[in-house]
């Protein structure tokens, strides 16, 4: 007898990833155009306080968690919105439970960027804090040590991996800087197109953060938590200024398949009593 053949996996014929490819360039473009029209009407005044805000598609064991830790380490005054992409894995049948969180709810995944754009239009507290879903607090000076670098002159304060912006995961600002520059979250480029033929690639908020260094006095417009702690192999997990946790590639790449464990770990090292350790079931949503 032979040595039975392999069936290889079958591939997506490449007109149904075109036809993905266009249709999901048709919805950002929608999306793009929606925040385009909502930023003409900002908020004329602000209100004190503090507004979390994170996208969300289809990752609800790790939006479960982030909420609850958000909660628990931070004041009792700060509001928390949630911009969900169109999910069908019952986040939005949780989010319905929850009345300390507000929700946006858009019909499609327009990308995480453009789903910040058409969120932050709504913000009117003074300052915006912006979340990863597979980033959490680990520490309750998380926001004072982020509003004393914005009132000691900077701009935007946050996580700070390699390039020179602030990283989503993240990212603390005034409102108003945001709302008066007209500023975008969305990348310049496309990922998959940075790895075949290396054109200009910028990611999500990393243009909004070079506009602010032009318009803003410069590199000092950025305060950076650098990363504090590493949990491998190479940066599957990174906290920043011993103050936020964020779960490398959970949405995304090659670690994406063993992002459960390390976020299950994650939240037993750093939130045992604080936050559920439920580890995510089956692989979250690509939320770029």
Known sequence: MGTPSRSRPQ???RAVLFGR????RALRGIGITMAARRRRRRPTRYRPGVTVLTVNWNSLSFLRVMLD???ALSPLEVEIVVVD???SDGSLEYLAQRDDVKVVS???NFGHGVALDLAVPR???EYLAVFDVDAFPVSDRWLPESI???ESGANVAGAYMHRNYIHPCFFVTRTESIHELGLTFRPVGRMRSRLRRAPLFMDVAEGLCQRLIVHRGGSSSLHRFPITSLRGPGMAGAIFGDLVYHNQGATWGPRRAAAPDDWHEAVRQHLTGVAGDEAPAGRPGDGE
Do not use: M
Not at 21 to 24: D, E, K
């Open 11 to 13: 591939r997506t014929p």
């Open 21 to 24: 490819g266009l249709r999901n």
């Open 69 to 71: 830790a958000v909660r």
């Open 85 to 87: 992409n169109g999910s």
């Open 106 to 108: 858009l019909p499609f």
């Open 123 to 125: 913000i009117d507290t």
């Open 148 to 150: 004393a670098a914005l």
